[in-house]
C-alpha cells in the first residue's frame, strides 16, 4: 500500500507524545463501546474504549491544559489508536466543529471532505446568519419591552389595590344597608340606599378610568411589541431556511469513507431522513473516515470534553463522552463497516481450510480443502497483515461464516466470486491460535431486537405507540440515554432511519406518542400542534385532595438554565400555559383528574398541578415537584389524541386504556 506515503507524517503521531511508554498501562475490560449495525448485513459492529486509549487521552489533556489557546472555547476532542501495516501503533487525534474558527490546523486529523466545495456559500449564509441573529438581539431588547414590563407591574398594583379598597368598601355598604333597613322607612330609606349605591357606582367609573388609562398607555408599547414579534417570527423561518438550504448543500458535498471501502455523502446515508447542525463534524466520524481512506486499522478510541461548557450542554471538562445520539450515533453502523468483532491472527503461508458451501448457490468452482499461499488488498480500505474475516448469521441462523469480501486468493481454487463475497461454513480452522466458536456463542453475539413498542395505528405516513413509563420519547445525547422509543422504532422498522418524533412525552409520562414516517407529514403534524389544532387529554392520580370540580388554570412557565429540568411560574420570564381540568373521581386520599392541555409547555400538567396557583396537589410519583408519596412511577398518562390525517383529511382519535 505505497499510496500511504503520500499522508502528511505530521497526522500519525508515535504513542509517546501521549504517554510513557515504560509505564504499564491496564489491560482490564474496554468502559465503553462505539458500535453500530452493518446496514448491509446487520451485523453488530463494535470499536472499543480501553484504558490505553482513555490513557493516551489524558495525555491529550494535558497537551491542552498546557496551552492557553485551547481554553477559549468548549468543545468535544478525540484520539484514535491505530495500527499501520508494519504493527507499529501511532495516534490520530481530532477536534469537533471549528478550532479557534480553523477547520485544519497541522497535526490534527482535517475535516470530512467536501466542506470546501461550498465554502462560498458557507460564507455567504454564515454572515447573513450572524446579521441576522445581531437583529434579533436588538429586537428582544427593544426599551418598550422594559417599558411595557415595568409600567404593566405598575397598572397591576393599583388595580390591585383598586380592587381592595372597592372590596372593603362593598363589605361596607352591605353592612350599612342591613343598618338602614332596619333603622329607616320610605323615603328617608330611599335617599340613603341611593347615596350607597351612588358611591358603588363612582368606584366602577374609578376602575374603568384606571383600565382606559392602562390601555393609552401601554396599548403603543403593545404594538411596537407585537411588531417587533412579528418582525422576529420572519427572522427565525428566514434563517430556518437558510440553515437547511446550507445543511443541504453541504450534506449532500460531503462524503463518509468506511473501512469497506465504500464512500457515501451523509445525504446518501441519511435519505429522508433529519440530520442535526454539525452532522459529519464530530471526532468520531472524522477519525473514523481518516483511518478508513488511509488504510489504518483502529484498535480503540476515546473522546472527550475541554474548555468551558455553554447554556445549552451539560458536559464537563475531562470528562469521557460516547458518541452522540444525534450526530454520531446514526453513522456508527456505515463508518464501523468492513471492522470486525474477531480478528484471528494472520494465517501463515501453508495455513490450511476445511470448507464447504454454506448456501445453495455456491460459487462457480466448488471449494476444496486447499493451501493458502499469499493474499493481498484489493481496496483501501484492508490493512495488510491478515485477510478479512466476517463473522455473521446465515439465513439458517447462528451458523458462524466467513467471509472473503476484501481479498484476493490467488492460490486455486480459492478465487473471488464474480458476487465479490464467498460464505463457508469453517468446520475446521487448521494453524490458528484463536477460540472456537459454538451455535449457542454466536447467538450470544448477536444483539437481540429490542423490547417490542405497543402500536395503537400506523400506515404509510405515520405510526402511533404507547409509550411505557421510564422510556425516553427521543434518545439523549450519550449511550446511556439512547434507548427510545424513536431509537428502537429506528432499528425495528425496515424504513426506521426516516421516522421523526412529532412530540414529546417525559420519560416517566406513558401515552400515546404519534411519529411520521416522512418529513412532509411530520411538517404538516407538527404544524397542527403549533397551531393548537391536537387535542390531547391526559389522566392522572393526584396526591392529595382536589375540592374544585373542574376549571382552568393559565400560568406563565419558565425553566431556569441552571435547575434544568425543573420548571416554575415566573410572571416575567415565563411562558403562557393553559389547560382545562375535570375531577374524575376520589379515590381514598388521591384525586383522579382529566387535563386537556391547550398549549404544550415542558411540565405544564406537573406544575398545574402542584404549584399553589393551580391545584396545588402534585401528582403521585412526582418527586420532582414535591410528592413525597410512596410510589412505582408518575402517574400521569398521555389517554387520548385527536387530530386529522395529513393524507386522508379525516379525524383521527386516538385512545389507549390508564394503567393505573
Excluded at 400560568?555 to 420548571?567: F, I, K, M, S
Amino acid at each position: 500500500m505505497m499510496w500511504l506515503n503520500i499522508m502528511p507524517p505530521v497526522i500519525l503521531h508515535p504513542l509517546s507524545d501521549f504517554i510513557d511508554c515504560n509505564c504499564a498501562v491496564s489491560n482490564s475490560s474496554a468502559s465503553y463501546y462505539y458500535e453500530g449495525f452493518c446496514p448491509q448485513s446487520g451485523e453488530l459492529l463494535r470499536l472499543p474504549r480501553t484504558p490505553m486509549a482513555e490513557a493516551i487521552a489524558t495525555g491529550l489533556m494535558q497537551y491542552l491544559a498546557n496551552h492557553n489557546c485551547y481554553s477559549h472555547e468548549g468543545k468535544m476532542y478525540g484520539i484514535l489508536l491505530v495500527e499501520l501495516p508494519n504493527g507499529e501503533q501511532r495516534v490520530l487525534k481530532a477536534f469537533s466543529g471549528l478550532l479557534n474558527g480553523q477547520s485544519s490546523i497541522e497535526g490534527w486529523v482535517p475535516p470530512i471532505p467536501g466542506r470546501d466545495q461550498v465554502a462560498l456559500e458557507e460564507a455567504c449564509t454564515l454572515a447573513e446568519l450572524e446579521a441576522i441573529k445581531q437583529e434579533l438581539i436588538t429586537l428582544k431588547q427593544l426599551p418598550p419591552r422594559q417599558q411595557y414590563e415595568t409600567l404593566s407591574r405598575e397598572f397591576e398594583q393599583q388595580l390591585q389595590q383598586m380592587s381592595d379598597r372597592h372590596r372593603d368598601g362593598k363589605h361596607q355598604r352591605h353592612e350599612q344597608r342591613q343598618v338602614l333597613c332596619e333603622t329607616l322607612t320610605g323615603e328617608t330609606l330611599t335617599l340613603a340606599l341611593e347615596q350607597l349605591n351612588e358611591e358603588s357606582r363612582r368606584h366602577g367609573i374609578e376602575r374603568r378610568q384606571l383600565k382606559r388609562q392602562q390601555n393609552v398607555v401601554l396599548q403603543p408599547l403593545k404594538q411596537q411589541i407585537e411588531a417587533a414579534n412579528q418582525r422576529i417570527r420572519e427572522l427565525k423561518q428566514q434563517r430556518k431556511t437558510l440553515s437547511r438550504q446550507l445543511q443541504a448543500q453541504m450534506y449532500a458535498a460531503y462524503s463518509l469513507t468506511n473501512f469497506s471501502g465504500q464512500s457515501l455523502s451523509l445525504q446518501q446515508l441519511m435519505p429522508g431522513g433529519w440530520m442535526p447542525t454539525g452532522t459529519g463534524d464530530c471526532c468520531a466520524p472524522k477519525l473514523l473516515h481518516y483511518a478508513a481512506i488511509q488504510g489504518l486499522k483502529p484498535l480503540a478510541m476515546a473522546e472527550f470534553w475541554w474548555g468551558p461548557s455553554s447554556a445549552d450542554r451539560d458536559k464537563v471538562q475531562g470528562n469521557f463522552y460516547g458518541a452522540c445520539a444525534e450526530r454520531c450515533q446514526p453513522l456508527m453502523g456505515f463508518l464501523l463497516s468492513g471492522l470486525l468483532k474477531w480478528r484471528p491472527n494472520p494465517p501463515a503461508s501453508g495455513t490450511c481450510f476445511q470448507s464447504v458451501p454454506l448456501e445453495s448457490d455456491p460459487p462457480k468452482s466448488p471449494l476444496k480443502r486447499g493451501t493458502l499461499t499469499e493474499f493481498s488488498p484489493l481496496n483501501k480500505g484492508g490493512w495488510g497483515g491478515s485477510p478479512r474475516l466476517r463473522t455473521h448469521p446465515t439465513r439458517e441462523g447462528g451458523v458462524i461464516a466467513i467471509g472473503f469480501d476484501a481479498y484476493s486468493f490467488l492460490a486455486p481454487p480459492l478465487t473471488r466470486g464474480a458476487g465479490g463475497v464467498w460464505d463457508v461454513t469453517l468446520k475446521k480452522p487448521i494453524g490458528i491460535t484463536s477460540p472456537s466458536f459454538t451455535r449457542r456463542e454466536v447467538t450470544s453475539e448477536l444483539r437481540q431486537p429490542e423490547q417490542t413498542l405497543p402500536i395503537v395505528y400506523q400506515d404509510e405516513w405515520l405510526i402511533a405507540v404507547n409509550k411505557p413509563a421510564g422510556l425516553l420519547s427521543v434518545p439523549g445525547r450519550y449511550r446511556d440515554t439512547f434507548d427510545s422509543v424513536l431509537s428502537r422504532l429506528r432499528h425495528l422498522l425496515p424504513e426506521g432511519m426516516a421516522l421523526m418524533a412529532v412530540h414529546r412525552l417525559d420519560q416517566e409520562t406513558s401515552g400515546i406518542l404519534l411519529l411520521a414516517r416522512d418529513r412532509q407529514t411530520y411538517c404538516q403534524l407538527s404544524q397542527q400542534f403549533q397551531q393548537r389544532q391536537v387535542h390531547k387529554v391526559y389522566e392522572a392520580v393526584l396526591s392529595g385532595c382536589v375540592t374544585t370540580e373542574q376549571g382552568a388554570i393559565k400560568l406563565p412557565l419558565w425553566g431556569n438554565p441552571e435547575n434544568r429540568p425543573y420548571q416554575k411560574v415566573d410572571w416575567q420570564h415565563g411562558k403562557p400555559s393553559f389547560t382545562h381540568f375535570q375531577v374524575i373521581a376520589r379515590e381514598g386520599d388521591s384525586t383522579r383528574v382529566e387535563f386537556i392541555p391547550l398549549t404544550g409547555r415542558t411540565h405544564q400538567l406537573r406544575v398545574h398541578a402542584a404549584d399553589s396557583r393551580g391545584l396545588g396537589v402534585p401528582i403521585l410519583g412526582d418527586r420532582l415537584y414535591g410528592c413525597r408519596a410512596v410510589a412505582s412511577r408518575l402517574h400521569l398518562h398521555a389517554r387520548e389524541l385527536r387530530f386529522l390525517h395529513p393524507q386522508s383529511g379525516q379525524t383521527l382519535h386516538l385512545q389507549v386504556k390508564t394503567p393505573f
